[in-house]
């Protein structure tokens, strides 16, 4: 059953509460990338305005999150914890929890593992979004120790293969569901982030010419193969070292011929 607010005087809420306290923000702690609202459904456009404005007035390069309300922020934020199934046209996030809940709260050790967080990054990239993960510090403002376990395994995946992850575009719609990788993409590179034990990478159905391609973390060069597959089709192929066959999370790079990337139809 919904919180019943009719009774609560909202506006007086912003004007004396949430203003003094943007101000506070915007004006003590030098230059702020970005503020992230999370607004009532209730709030009005006129409402939504005033904050937006506030945020404007005192520091105009401040980012205002999709939550400001009826469609004032500059990017979308999309519902908790779901991810969209293709490219969002614009920018967008995914504010997501690592376990069940956004705060702390003892007993809640319902943590992702680092392979489903890795994977969820990389889907949101490939995507052309952001990932807003979230932690829930205890009374303490320390990090849980299920949160660091997690973060630690992620950290170090993006450390190592950050080229594929920062600065990449939305790929284009891919007509497979890689179950063992997720694909990102620049210009002239086509990134494979390999997730499972793997002996070769087959990615059927792309008409650009790879050029060369090596394993990020440790610039190992491998051999790409331009090739048909058995129905005749236009593939790129891999074959990956013995050493490398019961090794997951890493990442490959294929530098194309062509600048963008382009997927055949079914």
Request: glycine letters at 8%.
């Amino acid at each position: 059953m919904g919180r019943d607010n009719s009774h609560k005087d909202y506006q007086y809420y912003l004007d004396h509460k949430v203003k003094p306290q943007l101000k506070e923000l915007l004006t003590n702690y030098g230059k702020i990338a970005l503020i992230w609202f999370d607004t009532p459904l209730s709030t009005t456009k006129e409402q939504s305005r005033e904050l937006f404005d506030t945020v404007k007035s005192l520091q105009p390069d401040c980012i205002v999150s999709g939550r400001i309300g009826n469609d004032l922020g500059e990017y979308m934020t999309t519902s908790d914890n779901f991810l969209p199934r293709l490219s969002y046209e614009g920018d967008w996030e995914l504010p997501a929890t690592l376990n069940d809940t956004w705060g702390y709260k003892i007993g809640d050790e319902n943590f992702k593992s680092p392979d489903e967080v890795i994977r969820l990054l990389l889907k949101v990239v490939s995507r052309g979004g952001n990932y807003l993960l979230n932690i829930g510090p205890d009374g303490t403002g320390a990090v849980p120790k299920g949160s660091l376990d997690v973060l630690n395994e992620v950290g170090k995946y993006v450390k190592e293969n950050g080229e594929g992850i920062f600065g990449t575009k939305a790929m284009p719609y891919y007509p497979y569901e890689l179950d063992w990788a997720e694909l990102t993409r620049k210009e002239h590179k086509l990134y494979v982030h390999v997730l499972k034990k793997r002996e070769y990478i087959e990615l059927p159905n792309i008409a650009n010419h790879s050029v060369s391609a090596k394993v990020l973390k440790n610039d190992r060069a491998l051999e790409p193969q331009n090739t048909l597959n058995c129905e005749e089709i236009s593939t790129i192929v891999i074959h990956l070292p013995k050493d490398l066959w019961k090794e997951t999370n890493y990442c490959v790079e294929i530098t194309l011929q062509e600048e963008g990337l382009e997927f055949l139809s079914l």
